[in-house]
């Protein structure tokens, strides 16, 4: 009996530590007002840092259509890119690729929402990536914050050191994907002034 306890005990500290090592990774610090990007690894170590577009109107999101980047602690809740069949996630195609309602990805059009036509310029055109965030979160909506659709994606208008999205992040396309690579969906995302 002792040894199948043992054996038991020892099972369930692999699986823990198993499951934990999945789980942890990768995370993104923006600092928003310095308009950079940091990919850290799970260790701490700074591995990236990326020039990126915030909010025309700064930091601290809390309504739909304010033009402001959110402010807290986040996670991709799906990727999507024009190279998904080589760096996985959703295919973006032209014509059929958006965010629509409680951030889902859809190809539908009838249910995506037309601003956020995920193979436009804004997000990167030929080159688009985008990974999307679950703005708003239980403590933003406890708050009554609204909105949705905050992502991190490419974008072909510039505007990088700029305050100059809707809210979301923007990065060059290269750098984008290079992210997109180093990130897998549940990184968490820390929004910072």
């Not at 690894?41 to 402001?68: H, R």
């Not at 914050?145 to 992040?169: F, Q, V």
Request: charged letters at 25%; proline letters at 3%.
């Amino acid at each position: 009996m002792k040894k199948i306890i043992f054996y038991i005990t020892v099972f369930l500290i692999i699986l823990f530590y198993s499951v934990e090592a999945k789980t942890s990774g990768n995370y993104i610090v923006v600092h928003g007002y310095k308009y950079k990007l940091y990919l850290y690894n799970s260790q701490g170590k700074l591995m990236k840092t990326y020039p990126i577009g915030i909010g025309i109107n700064g930091m601290g999101k809390t309504k739909e259509g304010d033009k402001k980047t959110p402010l807290g602690e986040y996670k991709i809740i799906w990727k999507a890119s024009r190279f998904a069949k080589e760096d996985g996630g959703y295919l973006i195609e032209e014509g059929y690729a958006f965010c629509g309602p409680e951030n889902i990805f859809t190809t539908d059009p009838k249910i995506g929402y037309s601003d956020e036509s995920l193979w436009k310029d804004g997000y990167g055109g030929k080159k688009a990536v985008v990974m999307c965030l679950n703005y708003p979160n239980a403590s933003d909506k406890s708050k009554g914050y609204t909105g949705g659709c905050i992502e991190i994606h490419a974008t072909l208008l510039g505007g990088m050191g700029e305050c100059s999205s809707l809210g979301c992040i923007r990065m060059y396309p290269e750098d984008a994907r290079e992210l997109y690579k180093l990130v897998e969906v549940g990184t968490k995302v820390y929004l910072k002034e």
